[in-house]
């Protein structure tokens, strides 16, 4: 099917389902096993975990789900893991997927992908493929992975992929570990491959509450540096900063906790076929096994977007920089574990953002991060490096020992998913 066709059935599927509310869009983990053992990754689990591919969601019980989401009128879905294709029926399932005339578009690390998978997609194509390259040498992807091999994997996956022109895109994440070769994955993917690019450096905790991930996030300095890079990604962060400086701020105007798309037009179901308003959201869960996808969308989903109430105010409630800043109830719910708890490092990121764009932030509740205090003061510090081009991220070099950074992958701890379920 091409795009034209698709662009049809998309449109066809929202008339159908005008002035209901539908989930438009359902983001599903199939697994959260994995090939790989990422220091980053905040749920992949071991791929011979047998009590997790136990719990898991039948192919039988996807079948259904499917069914499900397509009365619903939903029409663009997302695969993710873990590693889709750690799953030996993955293809069965996704082939369901597509014969319900659902858009999809696949996560995945690569390595597992073989030439027969690829042929496979070129005859049942997705919308779209992004794979995550981990680094732009072995040395420094195997230091991600922690599995040898993984890194020639990965690109045999990607070219078994770009050699039958199915639509691929690449990314990364950003860390301490692999933030010297961001720009090399860059030009690899875009001048070598001819491929779209993209990065995120904003890293969470682990859903089963451990912190460790956050010992290969960038500082907020880094963050930023990063982020703007080339210049002409400046534009897009100063649009957004005009825009919430210049408008009432959102979450002042409502008193319901969640200020997103989850539960609203869209939701995430995990690899136990427990559904969340989002795949980060974890502490509030409803068994579809149990009830159902449209009793869970309708009742459950809809009942917390109605129910959950801040509490409180807080630095956020009248912060006029949200756009510039990624803080949420399931962000603040894993690093604080309370939805309703700024996540300060986030916080640091946005402030550095807009002062490195030349914007002032008018002071918002008990923020010190736009006080004058000191803390401020390091802030302006690090915008007006980033501002003057002081920080040369291409410059930066690789950590003197690649190694994990945390031994103990349970240090820490405080996030809030790992309460009741429904």
């Known amino acids: 099917m091409d795009l034209a066709t698709y662009g049809d059935l998309s449109l066809s599927i929202h008339s159908h389902y005008a002035g209901k509310r539908a989930p438009m869009e359902v983001a599903i983990e199939v697994t959260r096993r994995c090939p790989l053992e990422c220091l980053h990754c905040y749920n992949n689990l071991p791929m011979g975990d047998l009590p997790a591919r136990n719990r898991e969601l039948s192919k039988e019980e996807h079948f259904k ?55 496979y997609l070129v005859e049942w194509p997705p919308f779209s493929i992004e794979i995550t390259l981990y680094g732009r040498t072995k040395e420094t992807y195997e230091a991600m992975t922690e599995i040898p091999g993984s890194y020639e994997r990965c690109l045999r996956g990607i070219e078994n992929l770009r050699q039958r022109n199915l639509p691929l895109k690449l990314k990364t994440v950003p860390t301490t570990i692999n933030k010297h070769e961001v720009f090399a994955m860059k030009r690899f993917a875009e001048e070598d491959l001819g491929l779209e690019f993209k990065f995120d450096a904003l890293i969470n905790p682990r859903l089963d509450c451990s912190q460790s991930p956050l010992g290969v996030r960038l500082s907020p300095e880094e963050v930023v540096a990063i982020d703007m890079h080339p210049a002409r990604n400046r534009t897009e962060y100063s649009r957004l900063a005009e825009l919430g400086l210049s408008s009432p701020p959102s979450l002042g105007e409502s008193e319901s906790l969640y200020f997103c798309g989850g539960g609203m037009n869209s939701f995430a179901v995990n690899p136990y076929g427990e559904m969340s308003i989002c795949v980060l959201s974890q502490k509030e869960t409803y068994n579809i096994r149990e009830g159902g996808v449209k009793h869970g969308w309708e009742k459950f989903l809809g009942q917390i977007r109605l129910e959950k109430k801040r509490l409180r105010p807080t630095k956020c409630t009248t912060c006029k920089i949200q756009g510039l800043c990624s803080m949420c109830p399931a962000t603040a719910e894993l690093e604080n574990g309370d939805p309703e708890s700024p996540v300060e490092f986030l916080c640091e990121v946005a402030h550095i953002r807009a002062m490195a764009l030349g914007f002032e932030v008018p002071q918002h509740g008990d923020c010190d991060c736009c006080n004058g205090s000191e803390r401020h003061k390091a802030l302006q510090s690090s915008a007006a490096r980033i501002s003057a081009q002081e920080i040369d991220v291409e410059a930066w070099k690789a950590p003197t020992v690649l190694l994990p950074v945390l031994s103990n992958p349970s240090a820490g701890g405080g996030c809030g998913s790992c309460g009741s379920h429904s």
């Open 65 to 119: 789900m499917l069914d499900e989401l397509a009365d619903l009128g939903t029409f663009w879905l997302l695969y993710s893991g873990g590693e889709i294709f750690a799953r030996k029926d993955f293809l069965e399932i996704y082939t369901y997927a597509k014969k319900k005339g659902f858009l999809i578009t696949l996560f995945t690390n690569g390595t597992l992908i073989s030439e027969k998978i690829a042929d």
